[in-house]
């Protein structure tokens, strides 16, 4: 017997997580594409640009042409990813569009923490402090606790499932100082070290300590093992998942080149339909938008479905 | 609670799958280095080459080289591939060599056996029947059911359960008719159809049926499903896969080109490693095995801990 849900709610960072590391320059136009071509797929969620420095990431620069340029649809919740007040800001420009929520981002691993944000966990805590406060002072809610490096650490080696808990805890008290009111548990497998065993301890760690808060993973392919964490996760009840078409992506702080990106939506949306979790996606159609994310980054993606096709488009020929 | 086993045997059959494949002449040279340091990782079963028509399958026509030409190590199995008598023949005169022996070759899809062999699965079996013989007479024991297309075909789509079942027992009549006692039976993922509740079901049907018999997985990751597949047996205690280094092969039959190959051996000996279950392979110098097969080859394999590298390596570092 197993939790397995009867539909997952996926959120799609293809178009924010992919462009932030490719290597070319990919136009605004494609940009937009990509967006309303996912948005066409039944997926309801889409992470569409990142609200960074510009000189840190170039790639970036135009991502208010990007959310100004694509047409929405009204039942698709289109999100952005910032990390300081300026961004938040910027996101605010569009709050009509966008669906504009905030999070607390932290870290199981120090020693990330010092690579990715030049930053202790202490220094990081206040950060997110008056980050919470500028959240709240613009009246966006403060939903989420986010947890990078959940599963271990290239810099760090493994994470036990306690001092994820610890950090959960660290956000959850900066969210009750600041009235937030927390419903989602995020925990990122940055680096590609989650198993289907880390998966088992580290969620059941943050489920028996929160039972009744919903955990969203974040997970990565680096080392080949994402689709059976994810069905890990599935069994256990976990029925919130980021992923990126094509399986676009990667870390650009993991120091891996050539590392693998994300858990491929298309991979992920195969297992729960053949599952019969519910997912709202057309598989087929995801499958076309990931051989035009291949034709926009102008590369073969890791996503294998782009090249094998889909099981229902050969049970349509065999019959 | 699972099944999981405490130990599990890896057939690597890079090689023999991945060269059979690849478009571009590999040297003779190159096959022997690479059979000659996979031995080096720790692998006890590695497949060296096909002994197939020439004229079929010109990258093979130096089978009888590249076995003449390797130093074989003591405490490894080395085998090869054939389909017909002629083939055991040409294996037979390297017998001192390679562990020889038989297999009866059936598929659980008739359509994809018209596809691949050009004969139906009635005059698949005849040939079975003579295959069966020939190896009897010339003293090789025939130890293997096998099933190609255990878990869906593109050409037939959904193969139910219940038809792995019967094909295997059509393999039994032919092997209680020569007096053949099979050990093993192997089920094949050639085109990438498993998902994890499928594995649930086939394997469950075939243990149900035949409780005594070791299974073993061949398992393709052409829709990025092989390690789930791969978790979902460990659970129900499978202790034998075959899987190629860097993920070489693929299945030229299957018309789907650039679909990936089989699952790929650091995969699996990760996911194993990291869920305790032993593998006896050094991971770090099969990932070099893998780094090495790129090279040979001349391209990107799928393969991620190529470019990721292992844990070992990063928690080595981090302490």
Chains 1, 2 share one sequence.
């Not at 997580?17 to 996912?38: C, H, M, N, W, Y």
């Not at 969210?175 to 925990?187: H, V």
Request: hydrophobic share 40%; with cysteine.
């Amino acid at each position: 017997m197993t939790d397995m849900p009867n539909r997952v709610e996926i959120h799609e960072e293809g178009p924010r997580e992919g462009f932030q590391i490719e290597p070319g320059p990919i136009s605004t136009a494609d940009k937009i594409r990509l967006v309303e071509a996912l948005a066409d797929t039944g997926l309801h969620h889409i992470q569409v640009c990142s609200f960074v420095n510009p000189r840190v990431v170039p790639a970036w620069a135009d991502a208010e042409a990007v959310v100004a340029g694509f047409k929405a649809k009204p039942d698709v919740h289109y999100s952005a990813l910032w990390f300081n007040e300026n961004g938040l800001n910027r996101a605010l420009a569009f709050k009509d569009k966008l669906t504009i929520s905030g999070s607390i981002s932290l870290a199981a691993s120090d020693a990330f923490t010092h690579k990715n944000l030049n930053r202790g966990h202490a220094e990081n805590l206040d950060a997110m402090r008056k980050q919470t406060a500028a959240h709240q002072k613009n009246g966006v809610a403060v939903e989420r606790i986010g947890v990078m490096a959940a599963f271990g650490c290239n810099y760090q080696g493994d994470i036990a499932p306690a001092q994820v808990v610890s950090v959960i805890e660290d956000g959850f008290k900066i969210a009750d100082e600041a009235g937030a009111t927390i419903t989602t548990l995020s925990l990122a497998d940055t680096m590609g070290w989650a198993t289907p065993s880390r998966i088992d301890r580290v969620v059941g760690a943050v489920r028996s300590r929160w039972p009744d808060y919903q955990i969203s993973l974040h997970l990565h392919d680096t080392r080949g093992q994402a689709v059976a964490n994810a069905y890990t996760a599935l069994r256990m009840g976990v029925s919130r998942f980021d992923s990126t078409v094509g399986g676009l992506g990667g870390c650009p702080y993991a120091g891996q080149k050539g590392a693998a990106g994300n858990i491929c939506t298309e991979e992920l949306v195969l297992l729960c339909e053949e599952e019969g979790i519910a997912t709202g996606v057309n598989l087929d159609a995801l499958i076309e938008v990931g051989r035009l994310a291949e034709t926009i980054v102008g590369h073969v993606l890791p996503g294998e479905l782009i090249h094998a096709g889909s099981l229902d488009a050969f049970r349509r020929k065999a019959h």
